[in-house]
C-alpha cells in the first residue's frame, strides 16, 4: 500500500507540488520496510529451494494439518520434524497428504521433486542404535535440502575397527555429521581420521551421569580434533540444515 | 623390522616354498600397523598446506623455542596460540625469528607464503571490544591456513543498526565466524540474515552470572536460527581451523 | 486483649493515678502489633484497585472454587492464573461465575470493571509463538491491573526485520516485557531500540541445552543492554505484576 | 555522503531527468541506514541527558584516559565505571580531569550540571555493608543520570527491625533499588512492604554455598513478592540504569 | 555360636586349664562383634521411647502393611512417612490398623501413649500454604517423638507483619522449624528474631528458577542470620526429629 | 522528635483536654518504631553474655581495630573471625589487645571471664587434618559463647576404628559438631553412634569433583543419620553459634 | 570381495607375474580392514565365555524377543538388563525362554552351563533396601560372567555396626562392589576396613538435594579411602562387568 | 587401663570369686576397643610393603621434612606425592634425603628396595603431553607399591593411529590406567580394545568448557566401553594405588 504513497509523492516532486527537503522529510517517516526498501529478506531458505519447516513438537494435531494444508496451495516441499508416535497416528487421520517417517519422527510432502544442489555427499554417522533417530532427522533434513546422504550407523568407539573399517568413506563424503550420546567420543575419532567439517550432534541417550545428554555436549565441544563444531542436544534437525549451508559454500 | 618379514614371506611365495593360503593365514598374523600398509595419516593438516600448529598454553617458552626451531628445519609455516604477554616477550628474547601478533595472543612464521586455497572469504565478526582477541585468533588461523579473511568488528545486538548496515558484506563471504560473550546473541542474528553457514564462539566475556561464557555458550547452542554451529568458549583458533575446512568443501 | 489495657492506661493517665512518665514507659512494653498499631497493611494490591490474585497451579479445584466465592462476596475482582486444561474443565463444571482465557491458561471474574490508572501503553513483545502463552498471562495480569495493553508476538531474532518493523510501537509504550525461550536474545535488542524499561521474562521453551528455561535466563541477565530486568522463568504474572507498578510511578 | 545523492536524485525527479518509476527503482538500491532514513538512533542515552559510560573493567589506564578525553571534546558528562583501587591511582597519575569515587569504584567527569529529570526519588537500599559499592555504583549511576538519589545501607532481614524502622521512606521513593548478597532475602522483605517497583541486584558477598552470587541470584529469582525484577550478580550499574529509566516513565 | 566358644573359654579359666594369659590372647582373636560384647545399640531411637519410623516412598505397599503388622507385635509406637495419596487408599483397604494424616503424607499406630519427653515447645513456622505438607510431617514427627508441638503457618516473608505480630510465640519455643520454598527467605528473618535455635527446611515449592527447592536450600544455607542449619529439600521427617533431639540435650 | 509528641498527647488526656478513644485512635498513627515502642532487640546476642562477633574477611585491617578499640570501651568480649594470617600481623602492629588464634584463624579480647552457662560438652569432631582450621573456628566461637567444648580431631571414615574407640565421648556431650570435606561421609556415621544433635560442616577441603565443598555439603544434606543438621561450607562460626543456642534450650 | 584379491596377488608372485616389490606396494593399497587382516576383534567377551548383553532400556520388546531369538540360534549365553515390570510382562507373554530375574530387572538364558572361571568372590554390597535392585543387577552381571558373587546387603553407615560385624567377610573376598545412594559414604568406610579393590556405585536413590545420584556420586570419587574407582549413577551391569575382569588379572 | 581389667576379670574366673555367667555379662561392657581386642588395623598399606604417603598439598613443607624424618627413622618407603616447583625447592634446601621425581611432582626415600608384588604390568596411557604430570604421579605410585610400570604417552583419540599401533601392548598389560583431560574419550576406545581392567583418570587439562575437568570426568563415567571405572580428577595416585590392589587379586 505504500508503494503507491511512494509513486505519488515522487510525482508532486516532479510536478513541484512538493519542494525536495519536503520531500526529504516525509520519506524519512515512512515505514520504509514495507516500501520494499532494502527489505530483509527472510525468505532465505526459500530461496534455495529449501523446503518450508514446521516443528511439530508444542503444536497441535489440527494445527499442524492446517499450516501443511496452507503451504500445499503454494506447492512448496515441507518438512515437519519432532512428531511423536500419537501425532503422527492423528495426522494420519487427517488425510493431509504427508509422507511420514517414522525412524526420523518426521514428515514430508514434496510440491516438486528435491533437486540435488549440494556439492558434494552428506555423511551420516551415528555411534549407537539409540541414536538413530536424531541420525534420521539429520539425513531427512539434508534429503530435503537438496544433498545426497549417506549414512554409517552403529560405528561408535567402543568398537573402533567399525569406523576404521569405514575410512575410506569418511574422506569421500563433503560434510560430515556425527551423532553420539554417552561420551559423546565419536566426533573427536572422526575428526581425527578425516579433513572434512564435522558437526557434531549430542544426544540425549544415556543415563546417570549423562544428564540427559550434557556429558556428551560438553565432550564434543572440549574435542580434541580441531574442526568439529556443535549443535544443540538431539538437533538432528540443525545440523541437516548447517551441513546443507557448508555443503553450498 | 616386520617389512623384511613382508618380503620374505612374498620371496617364499614367490620361490613356491609358501602355498597361497599359508601365505594368506600368515599375513592375518603380521601387526599390519608398522607394515606401513594403510598407514592412517595423521598429517592431514599439513598436506593441504595447512601450518603446524602449538598450542602455547600450558607449554614452557623454552619448550616453544625448541618446537619451534626443529619445525623450522623443515621449512614448515607455524602457528603458535595462546600466549600471553609475559611468554611472548620471553619468546622475543629468544630470537625464534617469530612474529608476534599480541591482538590474536599468537606467533607465526612463514617458511613459505601462504597460499590461498578456500574458496571464497571467512567473514570473522565480534560482537564487543572484549572480544576482539578471540576474533583476531580466528582471523589469523583461518589467514595462515590460506583464506581470505574479513573483519566486522564491535556489532552487538544492542545497538542492532550497526550489523543491519552491513548486511551486504555478510552475504559477500563464504563462510561466517560470529564471536561473542554476555548473553550470545550476536549469531541468531548474523544467522537470519544470511544463508551462509556460522560458527558461534562464545567468550568468556561478562560477569556475573556469565559464568566464565556458560551464558554465551548456551545462548549459542540454543540459537533460533537454523545453520549456526558452535565451538568451545574462547575457542578462536578451533572456529578459524573448522571454517578452512568449510571454505574447501 | 490488649486493647483494653491500652485503654484502662490510658484512663489512668485521664484519672490522674498514672503519671505520663510512667505511662509512657508502660507503653513501650505492650506488645504493640496487637493493639493494632502501626499496622502494617498487606493489602497493597488491593489500595490501588488491582485484583485478588489466585495461583492456580499446587491448588485443588474445588479449593479455587471456594476461595473465588468467597472473594466474590467481597465483590473484588478476581485473577486466578495457572489453570491447566483439565483445571479448567473441571472450574467450569463448578459454576464459578469465573471468565476463562485459556491462551494465558487463566481465568478473571469481574466484581466492577477494571478502571484505567496506568499512566501508558504496557506493550507485551514475545519472540516465538510457543512464548504465547506466558506473554498472554503477563498481558492479561496487566489488563486486570489497570493498564492499556498492546502486543506484538512471534518477533523472534532470527527475522530481525519482523521487529524492525515494528520499533516505533516500540517508542510508543511507557513499559515492554519481552518474553522468549531458547537463546533469549529479543531483549536486547529491544532494549536497544527504545528508551524503555524491558521486564525479560525467560520462558522454558526450547530443548537439549536450554535446560527448561535456563539458558534464556542466563542469556537476559548477561543482556548487553541496559535497562534492562529479568523475572522468573515463565513468570508472565510478575513480569505484568511488575510493569503494573512501574506504569504508576 | 549518501544524503546529496537523495537530494540529487529528487532533484532529478523534479527537473524531469528522472523518471518516476526509475526514481522508486534507484531508491531501492540506496544504502538506507546511511540515508539517515529511519535511522536507528543508538545515542538513546545522550537524547536524555544521559552521561556517557564507559566500562572500566577489561580496558588499560590509558585508552580510558584517552576514551575521557575525546569525550570531554564533546563536553558530555562521562561515567566510568569498574575502577579497582589501581587502575584509579593510575588514572589520578594521569590527569584526566575526572572526579574518583572510590566507594563506587567510578569516576566522573561533569560538562554541565546534572539536570533532575527522573520523577520522584529513587531509593538505594543495602543489606550489609560489604554490598555497599554495588550500592554506591547504582546510586552514582542514578545521580548521573538525572534523578533524586536517596540511601539506606546495612539494613539486611536478620535485624529486620532495620527496615521496619524506615518503612516511611519506602513509600517516598519512587523506584527502589535493593542490593543483598548472601541468601538474597531483602527484595522480598522490601517488596512486601511497599508498592513500588523493586529492581533487586545480588552481589557476590558471602562464601562457600554462595558461590559468587548465585545463592543471592536464584533467591531474588524467586521472590514471593510481586513486583520484584532482577539484574546481573553485582550489576550497580545496570540497576541504576533501570530505575532511571522507570522513573521517566 | 560364638557365645559358646566364649563359655568354654571361661570355663577353662574357670577351671585352671586355661592360663589368663592365653585366655586374653585368645579372646583378642574371636570376632567379638558375633559375641554381643560392646554391641553398638542402633536402636537408639527406640530406647528414647521414639516410634518406629518406616519411610513409604519406594515401598510398596503389601511390604508396608506386613513391616507394620510386624511392629504392632512388638507394642511399638510407628509412624509412617511419605506416602502418597493412592498407597494411602491401597493402606486402607488393608486394615493395618493405621491412623492417616493426610495433610501429613503419614500414618501413625500408637501401641502406648506418646510421653511428652522434650523439654519445650517444638515450633513449626511455614511460609505458604503449599508447604504445609512438609510443614505437618515435621509436626508430626516431633509429636510421635514426645514433644509438645505448636504450629504457625503461611507466614511469608513478603508479608512481613504476619511473623512479627506472632514475636512472642517464637520466643516461647525451645526449638523452631522454619519451613519454606521459593527464595527460603524465612529462616533469616526468624533466626534473627530469637535467641533459639532454628531448623530450616527447604520445600521443593516453586516454579522455573527454583530448580526444586536448590533456590530455597541455597538461601537458607547463606542465612544471613547465624544460628540457623539447614536440612535436606522436604525433609520435613528429618527436621522433627533433629528437633527432638535438641529439644532433649 | 515523636516522643515529645507522645508526651504532649499523654499531658492533653491526664489534663483532660484529650478523651481516651481519640487519644487510642491517635496513637494508631503515630510511627511507634520511632518511639522506641516495642524496640525488637537486635542485642540478642549480648542479652546471653554472648561476645560481640567482628567478620574479618572483607573488612580492612585499619577497620577492624577500630571496631575493636570502639567495642573494648564498652567491655564486652570480642571474637574476630576469618583473620588470615597477613591481617593477623597487621593487627598485631596495630596493638589492638587482641589475643590471637591462629589455629581459628580468629582472635578475641575478653572483658571479662567467659562464663559457662551452657548446659553439656560440645564435642567438635573433624575428619581429616585439612579440616582442624574450620573446628578451631567452631571450637573458640563455642568456647566464647559460653559452652565446656572438647575436640576430637582427625577420625576420618577411612580408618573407622578412630570413631569407633571414642564412641563414649559422642554419648558424653551434649551437642556434636562434625567437620569435613571430601566426601563429608563422617556426620552419617556419628550420628548413627549417638542420640545427641549432630551440626555437620563441610569443608572445602579436596580436589577435583569436590567443587570446593559442594560434594561434602551434599552429602551431608543427604546424610541416611536422622537427626544431622548443616550449615554452610567452611561455617565453623555458624556451627559453633548453632551449638550454643542448642546447648541452652 | 578383497580376499580373492589378495589370493590373485599372491598367485601372481607365486607364479612369477608379479615382482615381491611390486606385490610389496599393491599390499600397501588394499583396503586392509575389509582384508580380515589384524581384525580388531570385537567379540571380546565372548571370548572368554561371557555372555552377549542386551540393553533392555530404549527397546521395544518384540525386538529384544527378536535379538534374543537369534543368539539362541547360536548357542550363546544371554543376559538382558533393564528390564522394567511391563517390559517382563510382555516378554513372558512373547515365550522367549528367558529366565527373569526381577529384583536385578533383568532376564537370562543359559545355553551351556556359567563356568566358574573368576579366581576369587566378587562380594556385592549395598547401603540400603531401595539400593537393591542396582545391587541384584551388579550380583547377576558378575555370576553371568563366571565369578562366585556373594551379598551383604542393607549395612548402611548410619548403622556402623551392620558392616563391622561382616568385617571378615570382606577380606575373603577378591573383589568388592558397594552400593549406595543418598551421600554415597559406605565406600569409604569400606575400603577403609579392606585392601582389596573396591568399585563403587551410587544410586539414584533419595530426595531433594541427593539431585538423582550426583550427591552419591560425588561423594564416592571423592572418598577419602584410596583404592576405591567408581561407575556410572545405577550402572550395577559396569561395575559386574569390571569386577569380573578384574577377578581376571 | 581396661587391659589390666580384664587380665582381674579372668583371675577371678580363675579363681573361682567370678562364676562364668557374671564374666560374660561383665565383658559385655567393657569398652571393647581400648583392650585391643579385634583391633581394626589401619595399617593396611603397611602390611603389603606399600610406602607411607604423605599428602604435600595444604601441608608446608617443614611439617612435610618433620613427618619424613621421623618416619625415615621406621625405615619405611615414603611417597610424598602433590609438590609444585616451589615446594620441592625448599624440601632440597632441608636436605631431607628425598629423591625428587618433578615430573610426578613428587618424591620418594627408600629405606629398602621396592619388591614386585604385583602380578602383571601396569601400563600407564596418557591423551596428550599435558597429562603427563597426573600419568608419572600415577606410575609413581604404582611403583613404588610393587608392580612394574610401563608407559603410554600421547596417544589421544584425534590421532587414533597412535593407540592402535600399540594395540598389542594393552593385551600385554594386567591393569590399564588411562589418563585424558578436554573430553576423556581415550578410556572408552582402550575399554574398546582389550580385556583388562581400565582405571580411568579425568584431568583438568582443557579450557572453556572443560570446566576443570568436569567433563572429562563425566565422558569417563559415560563411557560406552563396559569395565571402565572411574577416580577423582587429576588423581593420578588413586589410580595408582587402585591398579595395585587389582593387580593383586
Keep these: 500500500m505504500y508503494a503507491e504513497l511512494l509513486v505519488q ?41 529449501f523446503p518450508e519447516v514446521v516443528m511439530g513438537q508444542g503444536k497441535q494435531t489440527k494445527d499442524i494439518a492446517a499450516i501443511v494444508a496452507a503451504m500445499r496451495r503454494h506447492g512448496t516441499n515441507i518438512l515437519v520434524t519432532r512428531l511423536d508416535t500419537e501425532k503422527m497416528a492423528q495426522l494420519k487421520r487427517l488425510r493431509t497428504g504427508l509422507k511420514f517417517h517414522p525412524s526420523a519422527r518426521a514428515a514430508t510432502w514434496l510440491g516438486k521433486p528435491v533437486k540435488i544442489t549440494g556439492r558434494g555427499i552428506v ?9 538413530i533417530p536424531v541420525a534420521e532427522e539429520a539425513s531427512l533434513t539434508a534429503s530435503m535440502m537438496g544433498n545426497r546422504v549417506e549414512k554409517l550407523f552403529d560405528v561408535g568407539v567402543a568398537g573402533i575397527h567399525r569406523i576404521l573399517e569405514n575410512r575410506l568413506r569418511l574422506d569421500s563424503a563433503a560434510v560430515l555429521i556425527v551423532v553420539a550420546g554417552m561420551e559423546g567420543a565419536l566426533p573427536s575419532v572422526v575428526g581425527g581420521l578425516t579433513n572434512k567439517p564435522v558437526i557434531a550432534v549430542p544426544t540425549s541417550i544415556g543415563y546417570g551421569a549423562s544428564f540427559k545428554g550434557l556429558s556428551a555436549l560438553l565432550g564434543m565441544l572440549n574435542s580434541c580434533a580441531a574442526g568439529v563444531t556443535v549443535v544443540n542436544i538431539d538437533n538432528g534437525f540443525g545440523a541437516g540444515f548447517a551441513a546443507s549451508l557448508i555443503n553450498r559454500v
Tied chains: 1, 2, 3, 4, 5, 6, 7, 8.
Excluded: M, N, W, Y
Design 9 to 49: 509523492l515522487l510525482e508532486q516532486v516532479r510536478s513541484g507540488k512538493l519542494a525536495v527537503p519536503s520531500a526529504v522529510a516525509q520519506l524519512r517517516h515512512l515505514p520504509f520496510e514495507d516500501l520494499g526498501f532494502a527489505k530483509i529478506d527472510h525468505h532465505r531458505a526459500l530461496r534455495q529451494g
Design 123 to 131: 555423511l551420516v554417522i551415528c555411534a549407537g542404535t539409540s541414536d
